[in-house]
């Protein structure tokens, strides 16, 4: 709710001098939210709690506040205007394209990589409607360039993943993985069992990092991937040459 909501960023403020960045995720501002999230009437609520946010942020500086939309099959239609609303707002907004996990989402990755692929040339022309609203950055124009590339059947990985190298996944029940999307193949161990520290340098998590440099996964899960992109050479020398001609 807006008010349990505002309690809990207050009591976060209150116990750090630092920045603090909150993403609301809304997948649509119509009655489809309801298919996406299960939660009738839902659009409104996420709304308030947005907008109760962004008033926050106008009078906290530490507070910054971004809108996170996640294209699916459900809510394609909204991907535009959620962007607008977002601008509206004033506030960031971040498109994720969700390609499945069993673990997390419940959903075999591949049944979505066939609805991308299948319907990949309405994806590319919302992709540029989006730039045309304003959705511009380097990072999001990078990893879209990506996207036909994933959709592949064994495609060649355009960025070097470093999940479970620099950032990991932990689930509600203490599982270990080194990534969002990854399934109960690439489980690192158990938060009930052993410290973090003991699983990230197991054996087992090595074998799983090699699993993942051998190009036994591939997704285009944003926060893997734009995570990825800061640590590869190519997209680094890429920026240092945009800032330099800017």
Same mark, same amino acid.
């Given at each position: 709710?807006?008010?349990?909501?505002?309690?809990?960023?207050?009591?976060?403020?209150?116990?750090?001098?630092?920045?603090?960045?909150?993403?609301?995720?809304?997948?649509?501002?119509?009655?489809?939210?309801?298919?996406?999230?299960?939660?009738?009437?839902?659009?409104?609520?996420?709304?308030?709690?947005?907008?109760?946010?962004?008033?926050?942020?106008?009078?906290?500086?530490?507070?910054?506040?971004?809108?996170?939309?996640?294209?699916?099959?459900?809510?394609?239609?909204?991907?535009?205007?959620?962007?607008?609303?977002?601008?509206?707002?004033?506030?960031?907004?971040?498109?994720?394209?969700?390609?499945?996990?069993?673990?997390?989402?419940?959903? /075999?990755?591949?049944?979505?990589?066939?609805?991308?692929?299948?319907?990949?040339?309405?994806?590319?022309?919302?992709?540029?409607?989006?730039?045309?609203?304003?959705?511009?950055?380097?990072?999001?124009?990078?990893?879209? /360039?990506?996207?036909?590339?994933?959709?592949?059947?064994?495609?060649?990985?355009?960025?070097?993943?470093?999940?479970?190298?620099?950032?990991?996944?932990?689930?509600?029940?203490?599982?270990?993985?080194?990534?969002?999307?990854?399934?109960?193949?690439?489980?690192?161990?158990?938060?009930?069992?052993?410290?973090?520290?003991?699983?990230?340098?197991?054996?087992?998590?090595?074998?799983?990092?090699?699993?993942?440099?051998?190009?036994?996964?591939?997704?285009?899960?944003?926060?893997?991937?734009?995570?990825?992109?800061?640590?590869?050479?190519?997209?680094?020398?890429?920026?240092?040459?945009?800032?330099?001609? /800017?």
């Amino acid at each position: 709710t807006p008010s349990l909501t505002r309690r809990r960023i207050e009591e976060m403020l209150a116990q750090s001098t630092n920045e603090l960045w909150v993403n609301v995720s809304i997948d649509s501002l119509d009655d489809s939210y309801n298919d996406v999230r299960g939660i009738p009437g839902g659009e409104n609520k996420v709304k308030q709690t947005t907008e109760l946010l962004v008033e926050m942020a106008r009078q906290e500086p530490r507070l910054n506040i971004g809108v996170l939309y996640t294209l699916m099959p459900e809510n394609f239609h909204q991907a535009l205007p959620v962007l607008e609303y977002a601008n509206g707002l004033g506030v960031q907004y971040t498109l994720n394209v969700i390609n499945g996990g069993d673990v997390f989402y419940q959903q /075999s990755p591949d049944e979505t990589m066939t609805w991308y692929r299948d319907h990949l040339e309405e994806i590319l022309d919302l992709f540029e409607k989006l730039k045309s609203a304003g959705y511009n950055r380097s990072l999001t124009n990078k990893l879209l /360039s990506f996207f036909p590339q994933y959709l592949e059947e064994k495609p060649n990985r355009p960025v070097q993943c470093v999940s479970g190298f620099t950032s990991a996944f932990i689930s509600p029940f203490g599982d270990v993985y080194p990534c969002v999307p990854s399934g109960e193949a690439y489980k690192m161990g158990n938060l009930l069992e052993s410290t973090f520290d003991e699983i990230w340098t197991s054996g087992r998590a090595r074998e799983v990092r090699e699993a993942v440099n051998a190009h036994e996964c591939n997704c285009l899960l944003t926060c893997e991937t734009t995570n990825s992109l800061k640590f590869s050479p190519s997209y680094l020398a890429e920026r240092v040459y945009q800032r330099v001609l /800017s």
